[in-house]
Every structure is written in structure tokens, then in C-alpha cells.
């Protein structure tokens, strides 16, 4: 997600020419960044589905969609496609972080490890960081090599709290052997 958010200012341009890819480049960044929530979202979709809690998602995404009417509509008048590609981004956003407070809470009652604050604070906002970064470069008009260094560094970042926040010892050690093995 970050690489396409990086790097849509260049190769929208070379793809659909200089034309189109000014109204496209911010509505597919802002389309990434919401893909990118709702894929981590489907962790706890998934969970409260497995779990016999269909109907309250059910009933979160039912919810959502008169706040996301108005809101596209008001954000298309305003912002243009832009806008509404912000504001489905938002939803996402907003349902990701419901699927996985529910699940989170529903992960303590079948009695698995809930995530601890840490592991909450950098699933929000390491992507968050992240994509606030390359979006901020691309605001300040800035060039590819910034653009594809902080790309670099909130990858880096994610990687990096995926390994030690939320994959524990054992495990990591485990991998490791097994790679030091490998032929």
C-alpha cells in the first residue's frame, strides 16, 4: 500500500498521461490507504464471524452505510472523487478499528491472548504514520528519493513491529533455526 501511495504520482502520469492522472493520483492514494484498512479489518471480521458474532457485524456495517451516504455525497460536492475516496478511506478506517476492538474482546472470552497496548498502538499507528508520511511528501511536492525513502522507512517500520510485537519468542526463535538450516 505504501509503495502505490509513494509512487502514484509517478507512474499514473506515465500510465493514463498527464490528463487524467491529475485527478486520479489523490483518489488512488486515498483508495490504497482505505484498501489497506480494510484488509487488516478482515482479521476481526473473520474472528467474529468464526465466533457466532455475524449479526453484530452484520449490524456495524448496516450502520454504516447512512453516515457513509451523507458523507460521500457531502465530500463529492466539497473535494470532488478526491473527497470521496477520503471519505470511504475514513469508513474503513473507522470499521477496521471496531472489527478489532470487538474481536479483541471477543478473543478474551474463547480464552486466547488479547493483543497487549503495545501491539494496538502500533497496529494504529505505524500504517498510520506511514501513510501520513508519504502523503505529506507528496503534498510538499517533494521528489521520488524522498517519496521512496520514507516508503521505505514505514515499511520498514510495520516489518519490524510485526517481528517483535506481535510474534513472540518462541516462535521467532524457531524461525530462525529453521532458516540457519536451510541448504
Do not use: K, M
Not at 12 to 39: H, K, R, Y
Not at 65 to 88: D, Q
Not at 106 to 115: H, K, L, T
Amino acid at each position: 500500500g505504501v509503495v502505490i501511495v509513494a509512487t502514484a504520482p509517478l507512474l499514473l502520469p506515465w500510465w493514463l498521461g498527464e490528463a487524467f492522472a491529475g485527478e486520479a493520483v489523490p483518489v488512488a492514494q486515498w483508495l490504497t490507504i482505505g484498501v489497506v484498512a480494510s484488509v487488516i479489518a478482515q482479521a476481526g471480521f473473520t474472528f467474529l464471524q468464526a465466533t457466532g458474532r455475524a449479526g453484530w457485524v452484520g449490524r456495524l456495517q448496516l450502520s454504516e452505510v447512512l453516515v457513509y451516504s451523507v458523507g460521500a455525497w457531502l465530500a463529492a460536492g466539497t473535494w470532488g472523487a478526491a473527497g470521496v475516496g477520503g471519505g470511504w478511506s475514513a469508513r474503513a478506517f473507522v470499521d477496521c478499528v471496531a472489527l478489532l476492538v470487538a474481536a479483541n474482546r471477543q478473543v478474551r472470552s474463547v480464552g486466547v491472548p488479547a493483543f497487549t497496548r503495545a501491539q494496538w498502538l502500533g497496529l494504529l499507528l505505524v500504517p498510520a504514520g506511514a501513510f501520513a508520511a508519504v502523503l505529506g511528501a507528496e503534498t510538499a511536492e517533494a521528489g521520488v528519493v524522498l517519496r521512496s525513502v520514507l516508503a521505505c522507512v514505514a515499511g520498514g517500520g510495520a516489518l519490524a513491529w510485526g517481528w517483535w510485537g506481535l510474534i513472540d519468542r518462541q516462535t521467532r526463535a524457531g524461525w530462525l533455526l529453521r532458516l540457519q538450516r536451510t541448504p
